[in-house]
């Protein structure tokens, strides 16, 4: 079993750009959350997906979006980016959403 | 507010020495807490919950409601012990909330 597989690994965008990341839960999970790592922090919770939707929000923007497939993979896409979203971004997945979290490897994301 | 509160960044400590690493919580419902740990070059995977009550690689911590604390701590800290370690809560909402973490470092 792989864990769970995040792509790609490192990304480097400009300023305005849009961005696409990737998440593959843990084979038997099918709860996915996003995180967002800033250097010296904890990560920072932005959204977490469940039978396709959206069940939790964070504090982030609405550029910030995601989307759940049938296979429980995820995506988290980042419209209009700014320096500020620089960041390493995890991905962590579940079975239901009242287990402990299994968490990728993350993508580090540079906006320039 | 749901915050959690690791209040030192850095903690260094000698092997074979005790080792506490503290996080507080703020929370208005019953909270369930978790320790997160994350090696050199290494994904962060899970360490412990309170519900478990467990002791993983010699470490354990106390829910303590009356403090609002969950500390970790070992009484013989050992030098692969050193690595970040996050205290983490999960809300009614069932989203995981961390605290900024506490690098360990354990000296020879």
């Known amino acids: 079993d792989a864990g769970v597989t995040q792509s790609p690994t490192h990304l480097i965008k400009t300023r305005g750009q849009q961005v696409t990341l990737r998440c593959s839960p843990k084979?038997?999970?099918?709860?996915v959350s996003w995180y967002q790592q800033a250097l010296g922090q904890g990560p920072q919770f932005i959204f977490q997906y469940y039978e396709e939707e959206e069940r939790q929000r964070g504090n982030f923007p609405d550029r910030f979006s995601g989307h759940q497939f049938p296979n429980y993979s995820s995506e988290l896409n980042v419209n209009a980016l700014l320096l500020g979203d620089s960041a390493l971004y995890l991905c962590?997945?579940?079975?239901?959403?009242?287990?402990?979290?299994?968490f990728g490897s993350g993508t580090r994301l540079t906006v320039v | 507010a749901q915050r959690v509160t690791q209040p030192e960044k850095l903690l260094s400590v000698f092997k074979g020495a005790p080792v506490e690493l503290k996080c507080n919580y703020s929370y208005s419902g019953s909270p369930e807490l978790f320790w997160y740990v994350q090696y050199s070059r290494q994904r962060l995977q899970l360490l412990l919950r309170h519900i478990s009550r467990e002791s993983i690689k010699g470490f354990t911590a106390d829910l303590n409601k009356g403090e609002t604390s969950f500390h970790l701590k070992k009484p013989f800290a050992q030098e692969e012990d050193s690595a970040m370690y996050y205290c983490a809560l999960r809300t009614n909402n069932n989203d995981m909330r961390f605290g900024a973490g506490t690098r360990l470092t354990v000296k020879p």
């Open positions: 962590a997945s579940s079975l239901g959403t009242g287990n402990g979290y299994t």
């Open positions: 084979s038997g999970h099918d709860t």
